[in-house]
């Protein structure tokens, strides 16, 4: 008997798009490209342009949408309403200026172009949005999503994520064919208002509870599959009140962002999100037609430009506004310069209303796509793009003006006191906010320089010696008195900040001490060079904290871990990558309440132990310890008695009570009581 085949719709394009997909990826990853071009080629090796394997399809548009839900889904649990609210102006603010202003300007230059007004706004509508799936995916993986131009990206993406919907009601009024535009745009902001409150009122009580509940089954596909439901669920019920599916999957992250099992949920979701948003990229490459490129190249290139300079120009110009420096308004203003995803779907929209002919929006897809395809390669290269830029007289000239917009926007005071002496910590994130307390509680001399104009407000109006600026900028520096600094430490997440901060205070004080913290270690070199005295990776200063507390539990005499990790440090690390065995000590254990078994090595020096017997020092009296163990050169004894004779280098395992084993561990370390 046969068994009837069932036909799954798009599967042999799914199987196709799967298995060319790893192939051209194993390819860009051998030569060190980024993969979402590796993406956009697939799409276009598969698509009508290339051998027309596969095409554009509804089934493959929701996989696409799929992608970016779980990517926005992400981004929100990575956030926190607590951090929306601490950049609120640039959401606000920033991407009401960024959005508008682009519009204004690209529609004065279509009208120019001899394209009719409503047209041009229209295609003004187009250029002012952004890819926000590429934008944060990229990023995220270099670790910039919360460097200061990171957060102002973020800002502009989430405005834009919000304006889309109020571009798409204007659209049918633009094409002459919608009457209740204001009925519609009053419906939506209520509706807005209601899904705000709701959003508040969830994170803060609702998911929660229903996650603590889920928890505590121990159940991993129950967790699984109600996290998804959530993301899922308030996405749809967005969509539903007329906002877009990804805004609202950003809301559903911020939700589960304020419960303890934020970061599980987000480990769950990390599998799913990388293999839709593949789809997404394939899909952007399908649609691309390469030979209309190919006859049109010099417009196509010369309009890519111009988007390029128009978006990120106003982009850095809204940044500035908002009291940032130049250089990292520049920065920011670079991640947004690229055509996004939803003008892809707005102008879906504008072709069926006829405001696009078929030959504009050809152009438009060619120039999307390729914006799309350099972001990767601008993004890599930020820090050499926004230095060549800032070398311009024009841009400097143009500056002047913006200075003293962000100064009156920060009301930051100077420094009213001479500074010498003293220390520089350049970042108020959580190691900043920790060194400030320790030099506080030392009476050591301290002076904060940050980028957050908002955290240096707050900061200030507490007492803290905190300053705004860019401490890349060497007129920043010389502002703090860094020629007269004993030590400066280094601790913002910006790698490539990182480095031409070190190089500036370098420059400028040569017998500075100073200190760098980075995230990874093959960060490490280069800083040397750049002239820092010690470099400090969180990657493997985690490792170490952990396996400090490991080898303790395994009796190493708590002075052979600290030469172990002395040694570490001083060869960068690289012991790390094949750590040694510890010896062949036996294991002892003891599991007795209140009780702690540790290995003490005796030390030479002046103390009342060594020399004597276990009966003649009289441990147990003095210091109510007890000897369980003695490891003498090679040797370990556990047979100890009254004549067992203590010498120095001895290490012995003390069983007793916290206090009183850190009370002895002073004895024999030839301290005085």
């Not at 600026?469 to 790698?495: F, N, Q, T």
């Amino acid at each position: 008997m046969m068994l009837a085949t069932i036909e799954i719709p798009m599967l042999s394009e799914v199987v196709i798009i799967l298995g060319l997909a790893t192939f051209v990826i194993v390819l860009f990853r051998k030569f060190k490209l980024p993969t979402i071009i590796g993406y956009l080629l697939t799409g276009i090796i598969a698509g009508p342009t290339g051998f027309n394997w596969v095409g554009s399809s509804d089934e493959f548009d929701a996989l696409s949408e799929i992608g970016i839900i779980l990517l926005l889904f992400v981004i929100g649990m990575e956030f926190s309403l607590k951090n929306l609210a601490a950049i609120k102006n640039i959401v606000l603010i920033g991407g009401g200026i960024q959005v508008f202003l682009t519009i204004a300007v690209v529609t004065g230059l279509t009208v120019l172009l001899g394209f009719d007004l409503n047209t041009a706004i229209f295609i003004g509508f187009l250029f002012s949005l952004s890819s926000t799936a590429i934008v944060l995916k990229l990023l995220q993986e270099q670790a910039e999503i919360n460097s200061p131009h990171g957060k102002i990206a973020l800002g502009i993406l989430i405005f834009q994520d919000i304006v889309i919907v109020p571009l798409m009601l204007f659209t049918p009024i633009l094409a002459g064919v919608s009457e209740n535009v204001w009925l519609e745009l009053g419906m939506l902001t209520l509706k807005g208002l209601l899904v705000i409150a709701a959003v508040i009122f969830s994170a803060k009580k609702l998911f929660p509870w229903i996650l603590d509940q889920i928890a505590k089954t121990k159940s991993q596909e129950l967790f699984i599959l109600s996290t998804v439901g959530i993301c899922f669920a308030v996405a749809y019920g967005t969509s539903e009140l007329g906002l877009s599916l990804g805004l609202g999957a950003f809301l559903a992250g911020l939700i589960i962002s304020e419960s303890e099992y934020s970061h599980q949920a987000t480990s769950n979701i990390l599998p799913f999100r990388e293999l839709f948003i593949s789809f997404f990229f394939v899909s952007i490459g399908i649609i691309f037609d390469g030979m209309f490129m190919v006859q049109n190249l010099p417009i196509v290139i010369a309009i890519t430009s111009g988007t390029f300079i128009i978006k990120a120009g106003v982009a850095a110009f809204a940044a500035r506004v908002l009291g940032y420096p130049l250089r990292t308004a520049l920065l920011a203003g670079l991640c947004v310069f690229q055509v996004g995803e939803f003008s892809l779907l707005l102008s879906k929209s504008g072709l069926d209303y006829e405001l696009l002919s078929p030959e504009v929006y050809q152009y438009f897809l060619s120039v999307s796509i390729l914006t799309m395809a350099i972001t990767p390669f601008v993004l890599l290269k930020l820090d050499k793009i926004s230095y060549f830029i800032m070398r311009s007289r024009l841009l400097k000239k143009m500056n002047r003006p913006l200075d003293k917009i962000g100064k009156k926007a920060r009301e930051i005071e100077k420094p009213t006191e001479a500074l010498e002496d003293h220390l520089i910590i350049v970042g108020y994130g959580l190691n900043g906010k920790n060194l400030s307390r320790a030099a506080k509680s030392a009476g050591i001399k301290y002076v904060i320089v940050e980028l957050n104009a908002e955290t240096v407000k707050e900061e200030s109006k507490k007492g803290e010696p905190i300053f705004f600026g860019d401490a890349v900028s060497s007129h920043v520096l010389l502002h703090i008195h860094a020629e007269k600094a004993r030590v400066a430490v280094v601790a913002i997440s910006d790698p490539v900040s990182t480095k031409r901060i070190v190089q500036q205070l370098r420059s400028i004080n040569p017998s500075l001490y100073l200190i760098v913290r980075t995230r990874f270690v093959f960060e490490m070199e280069e800083n040397y060079k750049l002239g820092a005295n010690a470099v400090i990776p969180e990657e493997f200063e985690t490792s170490i904290e952990i396996f400090t507390r490991v080898l303790n539990k395994y009796f190493i005499p708590n002075a052979s871990i600290n030469e172990f990790v002395q040694k570490i440090r001083s060869a960068n690390y690289e012991m790390l990558r094949d750590i040694p065995g510890a010896g062949g000590l036996d294991r002892i254990s003891a599991q007795i309440p209140e009780m702690n078994v540790t290995a003490i090595r005796v030390l030479k020096g002046r103390n009342e132990v060594v020399g004597k017997t276990m009966q003649e020092s009289q441990l147990r009296n003095k210091y109510q310890i007890t000897i369980i163990a003695l490891k003498r050169e090679d040797e370990t004894l556990t047979e100890i008695g009254g004549d067992t004779l203590i010498k120095c280098d001895d290490i012995l395992y003390v069983m007793g009570r916290p206090h009183n084993i850190e009370e002895f561990s002073k004895v024999v370390a030839g301290t005085e009581r």
